[in-house]
């Protein structure tokens, strides 16, 4: 009876010390820093004389703690145009028997067409590298888990960039977004002239202490003008009656410049 007592009064005098001693649940986490983005157009039409174009992507930065005012040395900001991604095959030349042949070729998947990207700063000082690939962000690792899956690849993947960046399809701009004033900031995207149709998506990322805190999407559209659009849909589903079409108008030029110039 005494032990049954004394194993009651020393369970009750743990009882309070075990409540004690659990940890604090900690506070719930308060309002993140948030970015917000619009465009200047969300459809742009290519057209015969289409030479390329620029995206202005305008923002702000909202921060529930008041740094917003301070934006431009609080926070880093990357803002990127993405095309549309398929397979890329990446061919190389060798010179077999005095002759440059291609003698390799790689497939190298889910890459983009087109990639633009703009930052507030040095893409080195906006964040690591190693933590840039993982994100995705920046021509450097738009094609990096193709070069990780398979390490001979890197070559191919090198190859693909320089040739995308010499045509203008990759463009980058770094130290180029401004900040108008307080949380506002502004940045232009380069859109090559054979830029791809289809739909593009556009990625603003805010950066703070060397880590991402949020990021805002919206699409947009490149599409072919109504007259182009016409032609082309033509010519891939009649290819007969374009071809006809395209003989015809040539005989008829011809026919009305002799005429034109015909001699007594």
Sequence with gaps: MMACRAGVLFGAFLFPLAAFAQPKVPDAIGPQP????????????????????????????????????GADTAYAIAVTLEGPRQTAVVRKK???????VNTQSEELDNIPLSYSIATSGQISDVMENQTLADLGIGIDA??????????DLTE????LRRQRLENGFY????????????????????????IPVGLHVVEAYLFANGRMIDQASLPLRIAKSDW????????????????????ILAVLTGWLGRMIFKRD
């Design 171 to 194: 463009t980058e701009n770094e130290d180029s977004i401004q900040f108008l004033s307080g949380p506002l900031f502004r940045a232009r995207l380069n859109l090559p002239a054979a």
């Design 34 to 69: 948030q970015i917000e983005i619009g465009l200047s157009t969300d459809t742009i039409y290519i057209t015969t004389d289409f030479t390329g174009a620029a995206l202005t992507v305008f923002g702000s930065v909202t921060d529930p703690s008041g740094l917003s005012e």
């Design 94 to 100: 060798s010179r077999v028997f005095g002759i440059w």
């Design 142 to 151: 738009i094609a990096s888990g193709t070069a990780e899956r398979r390490s």
């Design 228 to 247: 182009e659009q016409t032609v082309s849909r033509t010519a891939r589903n009649n290819s007969f009656l374009y071809g006809l079409a395209a003989v």
């Design 156 to 159: 191919f993947v090198a190859a």
